[in-house]
C-alpha cells in the first residue's frame, strides 16, 4: 500500500517537475516596433502555456552582449548587438510541458526564408536579421537567460492558471 502511495506521489512529480519547465522568450525590436507584441503573446497563451514573468525594457549592449556571448566570435555579432539595442524589446518567461522544445518549433528557423508556414517567424517576418523574436535553444541556457533578463526571484510569478485541468490531463 505504502509502496503503491510513493509509487504515485513519484510519478505525480515527475509530471509536475516537467509542467514546470520554463523557457525564455523575447520580442526583438523590430517585433515591437512592428506591433506583433500581442499576436507573439497571443499564440503563447493559446497554446497552453503559463506566462511567469514580463517586462517592457529597452536593454542597454552590455546586457545583450552577455546574452549572446556565445555569438561573440561571429561576424554579424556586432550587427546583432546593434540591432538588439536599437529600441525596446519585451523578454517574458513561459512556462509548461517541454517549453523549451516547443518554443522553438512555434519560432521557427532562426532563418525566416527556412520557417516554416504556421510558425511565428514563418508567418511574420523575412530576414534573419530581422526575425523578431528569441526562444531559448535548451533549458540549460533557458535558466541562465532568465537569472540574466530577470535576476530578482520576485520578478518570477508562481500562479496556477484557472484552466490548468483542461490543458494537462
Ligand atoms: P536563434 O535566435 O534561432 O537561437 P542563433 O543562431 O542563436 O539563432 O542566433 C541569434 C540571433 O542572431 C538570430 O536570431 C538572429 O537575430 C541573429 N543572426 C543569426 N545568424 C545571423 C546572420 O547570419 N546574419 C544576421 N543575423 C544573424
Ligand atoms: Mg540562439
Redesign the pocket.
Known amino acids: 500500500m505504502i509502496c503503491t502511495l510513493l509509487a504515485f506521489f513519484s510519478y505525480i512529480a515527475k509530471i509536475m517537475a516537467g509542467n514546470q519547465e520554463r523557457t525564455f522568450i523575447m520580442v526583438?525590436p523590430d517585433g515591437v516596433q512592428r506591433g506583433l507584441v500581442g499576436e507573439i503573446i497571443k499564440r503563447f497563451e493559446a497554446k497552453g502555456f503559463k506566462l511567469v514573468a514580463l517586462k517592457f525594457v529597452w536593454p542597454t549592449q552590455e546586457l545583450l552582449e552577455k546574452h549572446?556571448a556565445?555569438?561573440s566570435s561571429?561576424p554579424?555579432f556586432p550587427?546583432?548587438v546593434k540591432?538588439m539595442s536599437s529600441g525596446p524589446v519585451v523578454p517574458m518567461v513561459w512556462e509548461g510541458l517541454n517549453v523549451v522544445k516547443t518554443g522553438?518549433q512555434m519560432?521557427g528557423?532562426?532563418?525566416p526564408a527556412d520557417s516554416l508556414p504556421g510558425t511565428i517567424r514563418g508567418d511574420l517576418c523575412i530576414q534573419?536579421?530581422?526575425?523578431i523574436i528569441?526562444?531559448s535553444?535548451a533549458v540549460e541556457s533557458a535558466n541562465k537567460e532568465i537569472a540574466l533578463w530577470f535576476p530578482n526571484e520576485k520578478d518570477l510569478v508562481s500562479w496556477t492558471p484557472a484552466n490548468v485541468n483542461w490543458v494537462y490531463e
Do not use: C, E, I, S
Not at 534573419?128 to 526575425?131: D, E, K, Q
Open positions: 526583438k549572446y556565445d555569438l561571429r554579424f550587427g546583432l540591432y522553438r519560432l528557423a532562426t532563418n534573419v536579421g530581422r526575425n528569441h526562444g535553444d
